[in-house]
């Protein structure tokens, strides 16, 4: 390895119409099932990071703050490259996202999809995408749905090698937006891997189990199908039955807002009123009002006239994560 490597990546966070939702395996974050979603084109993680030999400690700094190294779960990430390569270089990462962090909008998979591509470049490892997939995966499970473009499944592997994701569709298959509406920005109080280990707790989340594959194929036909109103009202399904896990677990988790809910009761007038939109919502109070790409400004403007929404991010499908050379340091 040269003396100083370093690499920049850009990686989307991504939206899951098909969710998941607790872990087969917490070390290897292996889900219980499958999950389906799409790649955000504003929703954006860019990570520099390099190794270099002068260099004294590991340096990590997010959004221009220097964050502790104690259990920093970068630092754990780059631990698994450096044991690949074979390497105790010092490293320095430096990390900017464009969007509001840990509000439900998963910044944790566009942070380590960056970071996994960044790394992996910086140590002059040439990564397959699957590799890349199963690699991001470790570090937050839905980053491994950030690496491939466009709309992206997560395939329900019981293996390390057989749970990674790959792209269903390129970006410009179907004219389908995300308006983001940000009713907070404060963090949320609890994490979503903390989240995570409760699922097992809700009286129903065997019977979410038990039909989560043919969901799956569902949703997969009514992507093939571009049949937006049944996909629609399976994504807000999905959404209200994954939160309905949250709500019934123990101890429960409650992470929608006033906003929140606001947000979804206006959408259901909206469709009253013509306009096809539907919601889902993530680990978090901030909601993805899905629609067609024609209607993204007017559901943007209906969402803005809500008091608790702060501001819109208007998304469409695409590409997934990949290297630049425009380095933040």
Same mark, same amino acid.
């Given at each position: ?11 989307? *966070?991504?939206?899951?119409? =098909?969710?998941?939702?607790? +872990? ?18 504003? &929703? ?9 030999? *002068? ?62 591509? /960044? ?10 995408? +699957? ?14 749905? *950030? ?46 891997? /903390?989240?995570?280990?409760?699922? !097992? ?10 039909? @989560? ?11 093939? #199908? ?23 677990? =123990? ?7 006033? !906003?929140? &809910?606001?947000? @979804? %009761? /206006?959408?259901? #007038?909206?469709?009253?009123? !013509? ?18 790409? %024609? ?11 809500? *008091?608790?929404? +702060? ?19």
């Amino acid at each position: 390895m040269k003396n100083k490597l370093k690499a920049t990546a850009v990686a989307p *966070s991504n939206i899951a119409f =098909i969710k998941y939702w607790g +872990k087969k395996d917490e070390v290897l974050r292996l889900p219980e099932n499958g999950s389906i979603s799409m790649n955000l084109s504003n &929703l954006l993680t860019t990570t520099t990071v390099e190794f270099n030999t *002068s260099f004294k400690e590991d340096v990590v700094t997010f959004n221009g703050e220097k964050e502790s190294i104690k259990n920093n779960r970068a630092l754990k990430h780059i631990e698994r490259i450096r044991k690949i390569v074979g390497i105790t270089t010092k490293v320095k990462i430096v990390t900017e996202n464009n969007f509001p962090t840990s509000t439900g909008l998963s910044s944790s998979a566009s942070g380590f999809a960056a970071l996994t591509f /960044a790394a992996t470049a910086a140590a002059s490892l040439t990564f397959s995408e +699957k590799e890349l997939s199963i690699l991001a995966r470790q570090g937050s499970g839905s980053a491994c749905r *950030s690496i491939p473009d466009g709309f992206v499944e997560w395939l329900d592997g019981d293996t390390s090698e057989t749970s990674y994701a790959k792209s269903l569709y390129k970006p410009d298959y179907w004219d389908i937006a995300d308006v983001v509406a940000v009713v907070s920005t404060e963090k949320k109080d609890i994490a979503t891997t /903390a989240g995570q280990k409760l699922a !097992g707790s809700s009286p129903f989340f065997d019977v979410r189990k038990k039909h @989560m594959k043919g969901k799956i194929a569902t949703m997969k036909q009514l992507l093939k #199908q571009k049949n937006f109103p049944a996909f629609g009202e399976l994504v807000e399904a999905e959404a209200l039955e994954l939160h309905a896990i949250m709500l019934t677990s =123990i101890p429960s988790l409650i992470y929608w807002l006033p !906003g929140t &809910l606001r947000v @979804m %009761k /206006a959408v259901k #007038q909206w469709r009253q009123e !013509g306009v096809l939109v539907y919601f889902t919502i993530n680990t978090g109070q901030d909601v993805h009002l899905i629609c067609q790409k %024609k209607d993204a400004k007017k559901v943007s403007e209906l969402a803005l006239q809500i *008091s608790d929404v +702060k501001k819109t991010i208007i998304n469409t499908p695409t590409k997934g994560a990949f290297l630049t050379e425009k380095h933040l340091f």
